[in-house]
């Protein structure tokens, strides 16, 4: 008896052990709110200035939205992170790719392009959130032109630019990449830079951005506070932040990791966007219930990262593709509700009992949910056998 005793208090120490060593993600994850229904955010990046073929995808990709809806008649909703510029390839090359010049969104070149996006966004559909002036850092694009040839050849294209064809390092706006690994940018330049697109998206859209996505999830403290000076509430981010590129060229120097709701130290809200549904990729509609259903056995809101580029390669398919898991998605979980995220922020901010979880037992399955993604946690917890009584209060939930 004693020794049986002994082993059950060896277990329970060890176990109090396990839940101390993972006391910080295990409590973060108990404080990141639980939501009371299934949340579909479908997010589309790299809208604006650039090829006019954006034009019909827009009108067709609202029209598509406003098909579908909840239980409540909403319409489906695609936020569009919005680029204002790109370069002026004429005028660059006129001065031998030493200077920067810029097409912007405002330019009657656009027309058709703002008009879709206006257009979508008075049918309740559209949603134009901040991505950038330009998905690039003008200097670093001029520095990088000056040795590659396809980068000049890009930045002094007649036609205006897609940037999804720029070496990806250069996509990133917050970093000069020009060489490799990145550099930063000063802090001044940042908050000038910043400052700077705000304005033009107030002039362009009529209202300031209240959301931002930083180009390629780059991104760091210089630019959360320079946004916050801007007036930026909402950070989209993918559950950590990379703050350079490496010498590889790719994100790095993660520096911070975040759940929905957690706070930037400029005081913004972060969300986060993880479900990647690119159909131009091959992603299959099912990819977009498989996310939903995850998401919402942890009580969080399903975010979708859909780029444009799906839009602009194989338009009807991704149309397609995107229709019928929009469709899936309301059959899998009836109660779906599409909302926006500053209305999700701000649901979370106000406690609003209609969305955010308050009771025990859901809460409870929500964080049990939430657990296996604790890097080592579950290797840990079957190791130790702590994953008995996990398993346990997952049957009685
Ligand atoms: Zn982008």
Do not use: K
Request: glycine letters at 6%; proline letters at 6%.
């Amino acid at each position: 008896m004693t020794v049986l005793a002994l082993a059950l208090a060896l277990v329970l120490v060890l176990w109090v052990g396990v839940l101390l060593a993972f006391a910080g993600p295990l409590a973060a994850r108990w404080r990141e709110p639980v939501l009371r229904c299934p949340v579909l955010i479908v997010e589309s990046d790299d809208w604006g200035a650039g090829p006019l073929a954006q034009a019909d995808a827009l009108a067709r990709l609202a029209a598509l939205l406003q098909r579908v809806r909840d239980r409540s008649g909403r319409p489906a909703l695609m936020t569009l992170g919005v680029v204002l510029e790109v370069p002026d390839g004429a005028r660059i090359a006129a001065t031998g790719c030493t200077e920067y010049h810029a097409l912007t969104l405002a330019e009657p070149r656009f027309d058709a392009v703002r008009a879709a996006i206006q257009d979508g966004t008075r049918a309740g559909v559209f949603i134009p959130q901040l991505h950038g002036q330009c998905h690039y850092w003008p200097p670093a694009v001029l520095a990088a032109a000056q040795a590659d040839g396809s980068v000049r050849d890009w930045l002094t294209a007649p036609e205006p630019a897609a940037t999804e064809d720029l070496p990806a390092p250069l996509q990133s706006r917050w970093v000069d990449a020009s060489s490799l690994p990145s550099c930063a940018l000063a802090a001044e330049t940042v908050r000038e830079a910043a400052a700077a697109e705000a304005a033009a998206y107030q002039a362009g859209f009529g209202r300031a951005p209240q959301v931002a996505i930083a180009t390629t999830f780059v991104w760091n403290d210089a630019v959360e506070a320079a946004w916050s000076q801007s007036g930026i509430e909402v950070i989209i981010t993918p559950g950590h932040r990379a703050t350079c590129r490496n010498a590889a060229g790719l994100p790095d120097c993660v520096d911070a990791t975040m759940l929905t709701g957690e706070r930037s130290l400029a005081g913004q809200t972060y969300l986060v966007r993880d479900v990647y549904f690119e159909p131009a990729l091959g992603h299959a509609s099912q990819r977009l219930v498989d996310g939903l259903l995850s998401h919402t056995r942890q009580g969080r809101a399903c975010l979708v990262e859909t780029h444009r580029f799906n839009f602009l390669q194989t338009l009807d398919a991704s149309l397609a593709t995107l229709e019928a898991g929009l469709n899936a998605a309301l059959t899998a979980c009836p109660n779906l509700r599409f909302i926006s995220p500053v209305e999700l922020v701000r649901a979370i901010r106000d406690r609003d009992p209609d969305l955010i979880e308050t009771r025990l037992m859901p809460r409870l399955a929500a964080w049990r949910a939430r657990l296996d993604e604790i890097p080592r946690f579950r290797r840990v917890a079957r190791l130790s056998g702590l994953s008995l009584p996990l398993a346990w209060l997952e049957r009685a939930i």
